[in-house]
């Protein structure tokens, strides 16, 4: 016992660490649009130095974190920045930038899963249940106010941080830079409201329910139809996961009740939610176009950037020296214009930038961790799987397909990947 606190209060270091690293994730646009204007691009990498003293410190105290998805990683990573120096675009920053992806936050992702207990990752979720509800708040300002407002005011305090919608109204980005920042927060989110809903995990019921009405309250006026979607299937996982009984097959019907029925209180009481969910439509309607719907729409876009991507790369070079190029800040860094230089999408950003070898290997390693971790996940005594399969309804997709050259996507990845090793770790404890 007395070696366990003292494991504990050595790793706490760390634990605060990563709780930065959280908050940073969620906080770090609204620093660069309406805190700190000026510093938006350094703010770009202020999660970097944190996760730079996360794995030295890591490092010190002999967290074993160094598993074969690190060690390859980092070498097809350093063999992709020593061509893209060598044979490539040359551009050392560019080419830095691209390579901390993987060999500054792709670790984090193992060090979580080793440093987090149980407790721990209720208290992450109890965190992200409030945080709901002030993102809401936020949310719905932006969603009535003019792109001119200060809360519409984009980042370093120009223009406006939405982005087209429908109906002259646009898709708000919360405290994000974007709204795949905002999107990837409310399907996280997401996750814990259905858990604490479908578990016996202690929660405060007001902060639960207030959590829930503020999720389904928002996710029309975000007039996303990833963030909908993204919610929808981390559901079906929570109920996969928790319908094992028919004592609880029974409480996932009552779930679903339940929350019909609040859906149906706010569309009845809500101009406001009315509003967003016409919106919300006439979005789908614009953006489905012929391909039959919300749910084929939704699904095909996923199969399409998996499959499209998967197709290009074997027509790539062996090798292609352009690490970095495919973010955002290397595209503004040599060409001064912050366009996508070689694809929008993760896995083709990924071949584009490293070639068939290096990004091929990249987009195997990601895809075997994904396998690896939903299967852990499934053959868990009954018991402990709900926690893992919700949180495999969006770390998969984010494992294989998250745009990590985002930061604000970079860094929910890492957290919710973090979290779900974090809950396979058969060593968990509750600290006392």
Known sequence: MKDNSNNSK????????????FFLWIFEGALRKWVLPSLATPLLIVRDPIAIFIIARAIYLNVKFLNGYVVSSFIITLLALIVTLTFGHGNLFVGVYGARIMLLHFPL??????????????KMGYALLAANIAMTVIVYLQFISPQTAFINRGIGGEGSA???GAMGYFRPPGTFSFITGLASFYIT??????YFWLSKEPVSKILLYTSTLALIFSLP??????????????????????ATSFKKIMKVVLTIVVLFGLFAVLQSTTTVFNLGTEVFMSRVDTASGQ???????????ILGDFVRPIVNLLNLPLFVGKLGMGTNAGAQMLSGSNTFLIAEDE?????????????GGLIFLRLVLAVNLFLKSIRLPQEDKILPLTLCGTALYLIVLGQWAQPSMLGCSVLTVGLLAASLNMNLKTEK
């Open 221 to 242: 006026l975000t007039v996303s139809r990833t963030a909908v979607g993204g919610v929808i299937l981390v559901g079906v996982f929570a109920f996969i996961g928790s």
């Open 291 to 301: 391909s039959g719907g919300f749910e084929e729409s939704f699904f095909s876009r």
């Open 347 to 359: 896995l083709g950003r990924v071949g584009g930038e490293q070639g068939l070898l290096l990004g």
């Open 10 to 21: 050595k790793l706490g270091s760390i634990k605060i660490a990563i709780w930065l690293y």
């Open 162 to 164: 939405g982005f087209s």
């Open 189 to 194: 989110a997401s996750v814990f409201v259905f």
């Open 109 to 122: 992702i193992f060090i979580i899963g080793a440093v987090f207990t149980k407790q721990d990752i209720l």
